[in-house]
């Protein structure tokens, strides 16, 4: 697969570690809605990130980079981007896409793992709007959540659409769900048998999340999630 230049169009920070990085390719990148692309760092090293926008929407690129201090990996690629105003991507890559069809979908996002779900969801909006969606996104503080305004608004245009956040260390003044985001879905769902569900969040809870749902009857079919070509 061909690299692609992109310029970088801003880098915004959406917490204190995410930031969103808007990029314009030279060519249209055709993705389906739930692949990544890779960043060219060298000829040996490229950098897996999830495309947050639709497929539809493929004359641009947006990603959510988690950049904690100490995590290189990803630091390295802001900071070649923001002194280089460019950068080569290839794309898209990766098999847990959307499906077509009118089953309904669970989507499940831990962190930055949004922006998988988030390029699901609104390519699901915009061919499918009468599908069932429901979105649970975890995170450790509300603050994490960086696209909750946005969400709640969302849901109250879409009425086949539910979002429901999940905070892991809550304020004394969170009236919402508290704890791990899977465990949301297990208390909503004792049967996941006639569902689809795509997860995106650390290795560790995308295995544990498998394993709970296919105990409620979740198949192997229906279970997508760039994590399961490697655990």
Not at 45 to 63: G, M, Q, T, V, Y
Not at 102 to 124: E, H, K, N, R
Request: glycine share 8%; charged share 20%; with cysteine.
């Amino acid at each position: 697969m061909s690299q692609i230049r992109c310029q970088v169009e801003g880098i915004a920070p959406l917490t204190k570690t995410v930031y969103r990085v808007d990029l314009t390719p030279d060519v249209s990148l055709d993705f389906q809605s739930g692949q990544y692309v890779l960043v060219h760092m060298a000829e040996d090293d490229k950098r897996p990130f999830s495309i947050a926008n639709a497929a539809h929407d493929n004359n641009r690129l947006e990603l959510h980079i988690g950049a904690e201090p100490g995590n290189s990996y990803a630091g390295e690629v802001l900071e070649r981007m923001r002194q280089e105003k460019a950068i080569f991507i290839s794309g898209g890559h990766g098999q847990a896409t959307l499906q077509d069809g009118d089953t309904p979908m669970i989507l499940v996002a831990g962190g930055t793992g949004f922006s998988y779900t988030y390029s699901i969801l609104m390519q699901s909006l915009k061919v499918n709007p009468n599908r069932e969606i429901t979105l649970y996104w975890g995170g450790k503080h509300l603050e994490d959540l960086y696209y909750h305004k946005e969400l709640i608004s969302l849901a109250a245009h879409h009425p086949h659409l539910t979002y429901i956040p999940v905070v892991e260390n809550a304020a004394d003044d969170w009236d919402g769900r508290k704890g791990w985001v899977h465990h949301a879905v297990l208390a909503d769902y004792a049967d996941l048998s006639g569902v689809q569900v795509y997860i995106a969040g650390r290795f560790d809870m995308a295995k544990v999340a498998r394993d709970d749902f296919f105990e409620r009857g979740l198949t192997k079919e229906n279970l997508f999630g760039d994590a399961y070509a490697f655990i």
